[in-house]
């Protein structure tokens, strides 16, 4: 029997909708089909094991006549062959859904809604940027299995060419990554650590800190002397007081502060090792928020920033103020070695007691982590001579020093 005159694009593209759906033959079991409502899908009609099947190769003309005619050889070649060629597309398909669920995007989203609840805000979101910017445009597609040391090298390069400390936190990410894939079976190995040596070596750096008590009275003496607003003054003021991580202290809310009970309870989510964390407030601490309070009381933030209160102020805020006070490098997190030196060398208090205020892990004979109110008096107290020494220093140097080196 003669085969039926194959169709041509013009004939394709005029086919117009009738009441009943119709079919526009090219030979060898492809057709297209027209609906009432004048959509027009291709398809292949086919018999395999006796059984007749009907194989979709897409929409017109999102599928025009030649890619049709494209699909259904290849189809036509799998049946000689002896495969159904609607098994192998289901075959196809599960691959492709097993790749999504196991690209790295997938396992990186994963990997964080189990691993970062746990952590500080401010930690998960600068995870989230680095995913963002860095990882997920490059990598997110990879199935994870699939990832060599050679495309993650690419990668990370480009980072590195921006930025050594970014690059290294890029790594470190995509490594705890790849450990979890690998944890749950996704992937067999992490490429990262084949690439030490390979990339640029991040130098490492300490925060600028004063730890000369003469040098720091004169430090304290021109932080009382900030001309900037009332906001920034005090968490200026606050920061060498309290020794918090700085992202800890700008993200401070009123809820968290009871000025009875003089304390400041940080919860999990905030802090950097994610466990709670008690901050004593030493009288001249209180003072200083209660000073604060008419003027941010009302808001979220103890510390608003000053393009609205529904959010932080800058992290860049202390920092500016300090280099307005010709500094040097010294930082705001600086100040935590500046507390953890002096109390030790100076005032002799104990170094579990400085630890537990700095929120380091610390842990008893036993191996067992201590729990957020251990030692909470003793630590009161410590706090308390901590903020009346750091008034002794005012008061010793000379109101006109200036020996802010940081030396």
Same mark, same amino acid.
């Given at each position: 029997?003669?085969?039926?005159?194959?169709?041509?694009?013009?004939?394709?593209?005029?086919?117009?909708?009738?009441?009943? $759906?119709?079919?526009?033959?090219?030979?060898?079991?492809?057709?297209?089909?027209?609906?009432?409502? /004048?959509?027009?899908?291709? =398809?292949?009609?086919?018999?395999?094991?006796?059984?007749?099947?009907?194989?979709?190769?897409?929409?017109?003309?999102?599928?025009?006549?030649?890619?049709?005619?494209?699909?259904?050889?290849?189809?036509?070649?799998?049946?000689?062959?002896?495969?159904?060629?609607?098994?192998?597309?289901?075959?196809?398909?599960?691959?492709?859904?097993?790749?999504?669920?196991?690209?790295?995007?997938?396992?990186?989203?994963?990997?964080?809604?189990?691993?970062?609840?746990?952590?500080?805000?401010?930690?998960?979101?600068?995870?989230?940027?680095?995913?963002?910017?860095?990882?997920?445009?490059? *990598?997110?597609?990879?199935?994870?299995?699939?990832?060599?040391?050679?495309?993650?090298?690419?990668?990370?390069?480009? !980072?590195?060419?921006?930025?050594?400390?970014?690059?290294?936190?890029?790594?470190?990410?995509?490594?705890?990554?790849?450990?979890?894939? !690998?944890?749950?079976?996704?992937?067999?190995?992490?490429?990262?650590?084949?690439?030490?040596?390979?990339?640029?070596?991040?130098? +490492?750096?300490?925060?600028?800190?004063?730890?000369?008590?003469?040098?720091?009275?004169?430090?304290?003496?021109?932080?009382?002397?900030?001309?900037?607003?009332?906001?920034?003054?005090?968490? *200026?003021?606050?920061?060498?007081?309290?020794?918090?991580?700085?992202?800890?202290?700008?993200?401070?809310?009123?809820?968290?502060?009871?000025?009875?009970?003089?304390?400041?309870?940080? $919860?999990?989510?905030?802090?950097?090792?994610?466990?709670?964390?008690?901050?004593?407030?030493?009288?001249?601490?209180?003072?200083?928020? +209660?000073?604060?309070?008419?003027?941010?009381?009302? /808001?979220?933030?103890?510390?608003?920033?000053?393009?609205?209160?529904?959010?932080?102020?800058?992290?860049?805020?202390?920092?500016?103020?300090?280099?307005?006070?010709?500094?040097?490098?010294?930082?705001?997190?600086?100040? =935590?070695?500046?507390?953890?030196?002096?109390?030790?060398?100076?005032?002799?208090?104990?170094?579990?007691?400085?630890?537990?205020?700095?929120?380091?892990?610390?842990?008893?004979?036993?191996?067992?982590?201590?729990?957020?109110?251990?030692?909470?008096?003793?630590?009161?107290?410590?706090?308390?001579?901590?903020?009346?020494?750091?008034?002794?220093?005012?008061?010793?140097?000379?109101?006109?020093?200036?020996?802010?080196?940081?030396?």
């Amino acid at each position: 029997m003669a085969q039926k005159e194959k169709l041509t694009v013009a004939a394709v593209k005029s086919a117009v909708a009738r009441a009943a $759906p119709y079919k526009l033959a090219d030979g060898g079991g492809l057709y297209l089909l027209v609906n009432p409502k /004048g959509s027009k899908y291709w =398809r292949y009609k086919y018999r395999y094991g006796g059984i007749e099947k009907v194989l979709a190769f897409g929409v017109f003309p999102e599928v025009g006549l030649q890619e049709a005619r494209k699909r259904h050889q290849e189809a036509r070649a799998q049946l000689r062959e002896g495969s159904d060629p609607s098994q192998i597309r289901r075959v196809q398909k599960a691959a492709a859904v097993r790749e999504g669920l196991d690209s790295f995007e997938a396992i990186a989203r994963e990997w964080q809604a189990i691993h970062m609840q746990a952590k500080a805000v401010s930690y998960q979101e600068r995870v989230e940027g680095v995913l963002q910017r860095f990882l997920l445009p490059y *990598l997110g597609s990879y199935p994870v299995s699939q990832l060599t040391a050679p495309e993650v090298l690419a990668v990370l390069r480009r !980072i590195e060419e921006r930025s050594i400390d970014t690059r290294h936190r890029a790594s470190s990410i995509l490594g705890m990554i790849m450990r979890y894939a !690998i944890a749950t079976g996704r992937a067999e190995r992490d490429p990262t650590p084949s690439l030490r040596g390979v990339l640029k070596t991040k130098r +490492q750096q300490h925060y600028a800190a004063v730890t000369d008590p003469e040098a720091l009275g004169h430090l304290l003496k021109a932080i009382d002397q900030y001309p900037g607003t009332a906001v920034v003054s005090v968490a *200026l003021k606050l920061t060498p007081l309290l020794f918090v991580r700085p992202g800890e202290l700008r993200h401070m809310e009123w809820s968290e502060i009871d000025l009875t009970e003089a304390r400041w309870d940080i $919860p999990s989510e905030k802090m950097k090792g994610g466990q709670s964390h008690i901050v004593p407030l030493a009288r001249q601490a209180a003072e200083l928020l +209660q000073e604060l309070y008419p003027l941010t009381g009302r /808001g979220r933030f103890v510390f608003p920033s000053a393009r609205g209160r529904s959010r932080p102020m800058s992290e860049n805020a202390v920092r500016v103020a300090l280099q307005s006070l010709e500094c040097g490098k010294l930082t705001a997190h600086g100040f =935590r070695a500046t507390a953890r030196t002096l109390l030790d060398e100076v005032l002799r208090e104990r170094i579990d007691l400085i630890e537990h205020q700095l929120a380091h892990a610390v842990r008893d004979p036993l191996g067992r982590a201590y729990n957020r109110t251990a030692h909470l008096e003793e630590r009161i107290a410590m706090m308390q001579r901590w903020a009346d020494y750091l008034d002794e220093l005012k008061i010793q140097v000379s109101s006109f020093g200036n020996n802010l080196s940081g030396k």
